[in-house]
Nanobody
Framework: QVQLVESGGGLVQAGGSLRLSCAAS????????MGWFRQAPGKEREFVAAISGSGGTPVYVDSVKGRFTISRDNAKNTLYLQMNSLKPEDTAVYYCAAFQRRIVAGSPSDWGQGTQVTVSS
Protein backbone atom coordinates (compact mmCIF):
# COMPACT_ATOMS: atom_id res chain seq x y z
CA GLN A 1 0.00 0.00 0.00
CA VAL A 2 1.14 3.54 -0.80
CA GLN A 3 0.41 6.65 1.24
CA LEU A 4 0.04 9.83 -0.82
CA VAL A 5 -0.17 13.45 0.34
CA GLU A 6 -0.83 16.27 -2.13
CA SER A 7 0.05 19.93 -1.66
CA GLY A 8 0.30 23.11 -3.70
CA GLY A 9 -3.30 23.82 -4.57
CA GLY A 10 -4.85 27.25 -4.22
CA LEU A 11 -6.58 30.16 -5.89
CA VAL A 12 -5.06 31.64 -9.04
CA GLN A 13 -6.23 33.94 -11.81
CA ALA A 14 -6.77 32.68 -15.32
CA GLY A 15 -3.47 32.55 -17.16
CA GLY A 16 -1.54 31.90 -13.98
CA SER A 17 0.48 28.90 -12.84
CA LEU A 18 0.55 26.44 -9.97
CA ARG A 19 2.73 23.46 -9.13
CA LEU A 20 1.21 20.52 -7.31
CA SER A 21 3.31 18.07 -5.35
CA CYS A 22 2.53 14.59 -4.09
CA ALA A 23 4.72 12.97 -1.44
CA ALA A 24 4.65 9.18 -1.45
CA SER A 25 5.63 6.55 1.09
CA UNK A 26 5.15 2.85 1.70
CA UNK A 27 6.63 1.19 -1.41
CA UNK A 28 9.75 1.75 -3.48
CA UNK A 29 8.72 4.88 -5.37
CA UNK A 30 10.29 3.99 -8.70
CA UNK A 31 8.50 0.63 -8.78
CA UNK A 32 5.13 2.09 -9.75
CA UNK A 33 3.67 4.53 -12.21
CA MET A 34 1.94 7.65 -10.89
CA GLY A 35 -0.83 9.87 -12.14
CA TRP A 36 -2.93 12.96 -11.55
CA PHE A 37 -6.70 12.99 -11.72
CA ARG A 38 -9.22 15.74 -11.06
CA GLN A 39 -12.87 16.10 -10.14
CA ALA A 40 -14.85 19.26 -10.78
CA PRO A 41 -18.12 20.01 -8.93
CA GLY A 42 -20.94 17.90 -10.30
CA LYS A 43 -18.65 15.92 -12.60
CA GLU A 44 -16.97 12.55 -12.52
CA ARG A 45 -13.29 12.19 -11.68
CA GLU A 46 -11.19 12.38 -14.85
CA PHE A 47 -7.67 11.45 -15.83
CA VAL A 48 -5.22 14.35 -16.25
CA ALA A 49 -1.71 12.92 -16.68
CA ALA A 50 0.43 9.93 -15.80
CA ILE A 51 4.08 8.93 -15.85
CA SER A 52 5.92 5.61 -15.64
CA GLY A 53 8.03 4.52 -12.68
CA SER A 54 11.24 5.50 -14.46
CA GLY A 55 9.90 8.97 -15.28
CA GLY A 56 9.52 8.39 -18.98
CA THR A 57 6.57 8.25 -21.36
CA PRO A 58 4.24 10.85 -19.83
CA VAL A 59 0.67 10.86 -21.09
CA TYR A 60 -1.90 13.64 -20.90
CA VAL A 61 -5.56 14.26 -21.50
CA ASP A 62 -5.97 16.41 -24.61
CA SER A 63 -7.37 19.39 -22.69
CA VAL A 64 -4.10 19.96 -20.79
CA LYS A 65 -1.52 19.10 -23.45
CA GLY A 66 0.97 21.92 -23.88
CA ARG A 67 -0.07 23.55 -20.60
CA PHE A 68 0.58 20.91 -17.90
CA THR A 69 3.76 18.92 -17.27
CA ILE A 70 3.95 15.84 -15.07
CA SER A 71 7.29 14.85 -13.58
CA ARG A 72 8.72 12.86 -10.70
CA ASP A 73 11.81 12.89 -8.52
CA ASN A 74 12.44 9.30 -7.47
CA ALA A 75 15.18 10.38 -5.06
CA LYS A 76 12.63 12.52 -3.18
CA ASN A 77 9.65 10.15 -3.56
CA THR A 78 7.67 13.04 -5.01
CA LEU A 79 5.39 13.52 -8.00
CA TYR A 80 4.76 16.95 -9.52
CA LEU A 81 2.26 18.61 -11.81
CA GLN A 82 3.30 21.97 -13.25
CA MET A 83 0.20 23.77 -14.47
CA ASN A 84 0.60 26.81 -16.71
CA SER A 85 -1.89 28.96 -18.60
CA LEU A 86 -4.61 27.90 -16.22
CA LYS A 87 -8.24 28.26 -17.26
CA PRO A 88 -11.42 28.47 -15.17
CA GLU A 89 -12.37 25.03 -16.47
CA ASP A 90 -9.28 23.62 -14.72
CA THR A 91 -10.99 24.30 -11.39
CA ALA A 92 -11.28 20.99 -9.53
CA VAL A 93 -9.98 18.88 -6.70
CA TYR A 94 -6.76 17.30 -7.94
CA TYR A 95 -5.76 13.84 -6.75
CA CYS A 96 -2.51 11.98 -7.15
CA ALA A 97 -2.69 8.23 -7.57
CA ALA A 98 -0.36 5.25 -7.65
CA PHE A 99 -0.63 2.42 -10.15
CA GLN A 100 0.28 -1.15 -9.32
CA ARG A 101 3.02 -1.48 -11.92
CA ARG A 102 5.92 0.53 -13.35
CA ILE A 103 3.95 1.27 -16.50
CA VAL A 104 0.73 3.21 -16.75
CA ALA A 105 -1.89 0.47 -17.02
CA GLY A 106 -5.19 -0.39 -15.41
CA SER A 107 -6.70 1.60 -12.59
CA PRO A 108 -4.76 3.18 -9.72
CA SER A 109 -4.59 1.22 -6.50
CA ASP A 110 -3.94 4.10 -4.08
CA TRP A 111 -5.18 7.69 -3.87
CA GLY A 112 -4.29 10.87 -2.05
CA GLN A 113 -6.81 13.03 -0.23
CA GLY A 114 -6.87 15.71 -2.93
CA THR A 115 -5.97 19.38 -3.16
CA GLN A 116 -8.29 22.14 -4.37
CA VAL A 117 -7.33 24.23 -7.40
CA THR A 118 -9.53 27.21 -8.18
CA VAL A 119 -8.97 29.37 -11.26
CA SER A 120 -10.81 32.69 -11.33
CA SER A 121 -11.76 34.43 -14.56
Amino acid sequence: QVQLVESGGGLVQAGGSLRLSCAASGRTFSSYAMGWFRQAPGKEREFVAAISGSGGTPVYVDSVKGRFTISRDNAKNTLYLQMNSLKPEDTAVYYCAAFQRRIVAGSPSDWGQGTQVTVSS
